[in-house]
Antibody, heavy 119, light 107 residues
């Protein structure tokens, strides 16, 4: 079955960097677009970034563009989110999400990893 | 960028029908998707491409689309349907946006 397991979260200080990872299993990773979605405490879902199935294109939300970068390593079946210059507003649970084929939506979600930015 | 607007809350009695709307100009060009989220859990996809239901999702959940609005309808609401519901859409690049979420309360 599909499994997405995030790691790399923790407590960090404002202005520092962090890398989140997502280990994928149970499906052909190289065939799927992948996303990061976050949720601040008590708030709604916020889309963060997407990377195409072949890694040729990636897009980021306005709130993280220029600070965060999504990438993937198909040989390791891993998805990454490099987070730079973090601020308290980046405090959230970060979910790794598999996109369904042919417009199938955000089909599978990991359990999330907590990132807390605090001085 | 574009926006999707949902009502903050909807209340319904058990066995009745609840409807949750999601509005945005982008929905005239792109499909709408719906997710259910319960406290402490990851969201679950319940409707894709406006009205399609993934396997394992009960028929009580249905979706529709008209103009700038997509609607999620829950028929025969059960206590277990309580939670937060989010609409979402994406453009051809995969760049996406979520609605603000609707808290469904079963009275």
């Amino acid at each position: 079955q599909v499994q997405l397991v995030e790691s790399g979260g923790g407590v960090v200080q404002p202005g520092t960097s962090l890398r989140l990872s997502c280990a994928a299993s149970g499906f052909k990773f190289f065939s799927y677009g992948m996303h990061w979605v976050r949720q601040a405490p008590g708030k709604g879902l916020e889309w963060v970034a997407v990377i195409w199935y072949d890694g040729s294109q990636s897009y980021h939300s306005d709130s993280v563009r220029g600070r965060f970068s999504i990438s993937r390593d198909d040989s390791k079946k891993e998805l990454y989110l490099d987070m730079n210059s973090v601020s308290v507003e980046d405090t959230a649970v970060y979910y790794c999400v598999r996109e369904g084929l042919d417009g199938g939506g955000f089909k599978d979600w990991g359990q999330g990893t907590q990132v807390t930015v605090s001085s | 960028s574009y926006e999707l607007t949902q009502p903050p809350s909807v209340s319904v009695s058990p066995g009745q029908t609840a409807s949750i709307t999601c509005s945005g100009d982008v929905l005239t060009k792109q499909f709408g998707y719906w997710y259910q989220q319960k406290p402490g859990q990851a969201p679950v996809l319940i409707i894709y491409k406006d009205r399609e239901r993934p396997s394992g999702i009960p028929e009580r959940f249905s979706g529709s689309s008209s103009g700038t609005t997509v609607t999620l309808t829950l028929s025969g609401v059960q206590a277990d349907d309580e939670g937060d519901y989010y609409c979402q859409t994406a453009d051809s690049s995969g760049s996406s946006v979520f609605g603000g979420g609707t808290k469904l309360t079963v009275l």
